[in-house]
Structures are given as C-alpha cells and as structure tokens.
C-alpha cells in the first residue's frame, strides 16, 4: 500500500476508534453557527447578511480545535520519531496525515455547511457556493494549520500560541470565501473569489507539507 | 559497513562526549555503556540522525548517512512504546509496515507476536496490556521489518526474565545472519561477543 494511504488509514481508524476528539469539533461548529440566529432572532436580512461571514469564522475556529492534536499524540508515544526513521519520505507521511485531519475535521463541516446555511436564510444557490467556497478552503484550512501545529509542537502553552499563529494566515481564505457567498448574495460573479480560493490550495497543496516536515524535523531534535 | 569518526555532541553548554570513533561490521555488535545521562541515548538518535552533530560523521556502506538508503537499513526502538494505544497489536504490526512502505499478511504479523510471546492477545487494544507486554509488540517489529542494522535503547527495560533471554536470542540470529547490532544497557547483555564502548 502506498504509505499516504496507509497514513490516512491509520489515522482515520484511530479517530473511529476514539470518536469523541472528531465530535467535538464538529458539535462545535454546529452549535455556534446556531447560537447566532437563535441570539439575533427572527430578521431574515440581518442574518442573510451575516451568513456568509459566520459560518466561515465557525469552520475556523473548529478546524483550530482539531490541530494541536494533530501530531501532539504520535510525538508523545515515539510513533513520529519512527515516522521520521522510515524509509518513506516523511513529507509523504506527513501530507496522509493532513489529508486525514481534513477528511475528518473538514469534511463534515462542508457536509453540513449546507443545513445550516437554512438557519440564516439562505436560498439554495447562495448554499451551493457556500459548500463549494468550503470544499476548496478547509482543505487549504488543514494545509496552514499542520505548519503551525508543526511549528508549536512540544511548547508548553502550545495550543494559544498555535491560534495566534494560524489564525492571522486563515485570513485570506476567511475573506475569499465569505466574499464569494457575499457576491453572490450581491449577484455579482464568483468566479474570481472561488480561482483565488483554489490558487491558494495549490499553492499550500505543494508547499505546506514541505513546510509541515522542516518544522518536525526540528522539533524532533 | 558502519564507520563513525570523531563525533560530538553538546546539550547547551556542557559536552557530553567528543570523539567517539567506532566501526561496526557483518555479524558485530556493540554495547553502549556510560552512567546515567552520559549520553548514551543522545549518542543513539545521533547515530540514527534524530539529531545532528556538532562534529564528526558516520558513514554507512561507504555514503555519509543518514540517507534513505540508511533508513531502509535500519530500525531503531527507543524509549518511547511507539505503539498506539487504540489499536490492537495486529494492526499496529501492520500499519506500521504500511508506513514503511512494505506489505505485511496477517500470518506473518501473527507469527512475529506468537514468537514474542503474544498469543491470544493479538486482537485485544494495546492500552490494556502491561508495560512488559506492549515492550513486546514494538519488539515484534524486529520480526516484520527486514533491517541490517538494529539500534536498541535500553531495549531490554520493562521485559521479564524469559523476554529479556528471547531478546538475546533474537539478537543473536540477527547478528549471525550478517546483521549488526548497536545496544544499551546497564545490566550485562546476554548476547556473547561484541565490542564496548563507554562514554
């Protein structure tokens, strides 16, 4: 099996065996795009205007619950110093891992974008772009995220110092995405927001597990 | 096959040793001896290249290591259990090698924890064996993973009377089919030959 594979299943199998850590960042998400409309109460245009905007800082701050996990747990048992000692690049492994913490932390948040897109509104084109801004930003999420995560690794006090060191860089894919939903609401094109979105992803598709690996490598010292 | 020359290593100001040469081949191995944090353990992820050094090289087959061709050479076992808590020992057998890039059946995973003295615990999670127990899977993967060069940690920490004597014989059918060896250990190893070297 071809290790990046044989990594996401690795990892997707612990996570199952372990649901609660996946949950939580899901119940998070679900819960605070809730408590919004619930808190603003029945103005359909104030929460058509907020949409777009609470969601995405929503899928932020869920996917920045999962991260500090991310490699915390293999570093702790040895299991990322003999990642580190295999024959396979560590990058390869790496990038399995990553793809891993999106399909478990990333996707769902894309699943049920959509539902509770409905909360505030919504009609079902402003929805499809909603899903699709998320289907190419969580990934690009996942991607920044790993290199502070990376980065961070072993610090007392890891977790703050890796929000205030992730959050800024989601800054960029926070304003392309909402933008396109707020476009879109607007009538105007999306496409350049969503070719943005998607420059960016392959830009962090190449260089963030490079990035990702340097910072393990040091921290493994 | 294995030649290290002149190499030192410093934890912030203090030197814990310099000059280190040492040369290892087919059939050889090696005991680290030294006192509590003379550095034997840095000595060890040094050799393995967890960490570099501040001077001198190590040169296996003839290439400056380490390199890919190194770590498909070698396995290393630390201190760490670097085993998952979650999965049951099987799995962890053979995700392993899977990471490694290298196809594990079952029957040969079940076998390698059958000789470790693991049977009938295959299939229960790791997080509910002993500590001598889950020493034992990750010795397993001494089994399933083809290595020229074993680096060993205090490998035999943890393991029982009987464990520790399998571990010596492992090493010695390892050592006897061309492999080498670099361990160590307070106690006397139960391994006949092999050269010393303290720090």
Redesign the interface.
Known sequence: MNPLFATVRRDVLLALRRKSEVLTAVFFFVIVTSLFPLGIGPEPVLLKKIAPGILWVAALLATLLGLPRLFAADHLDGTLEQMALSPSPLGLLVAGKILAHWLLCGLPLVLLAPVLGLQFDLDPSALGILTLALLLGTPLLSLIGAIGAALTLGVRGGGVLLALLVLPLYIPALIFGAGAVEAHIAGLDVGGHLSLLAAMLVLATFFAPWATTAALRVALE | MLKVSGLACSRGERRLFSDVDFSLGTGEWLHVQGANGAGKTSLMRLL?????ADAGEIRWRGETAPS?EF??D?I?L??????????TPL?NLR??A????I?LDERSALAALIRLGLRGRENL?VRVLSAGQKRRVLLARLLTRPAVLWVLDEAFNALDVGAVKLLGELIAEHLGNQGMAVLTSHQPLPVPGGKALVL
Do not use: F, I, W
């Open positions: 393995v290249g967890l960490s570099p890919t770590r498909r070698l290393y630390g201190h760490h259990a670097a085993v998952k808590e979650d999965l799995e995700l392993a899977a990471l490694d890039g196809v999670p």
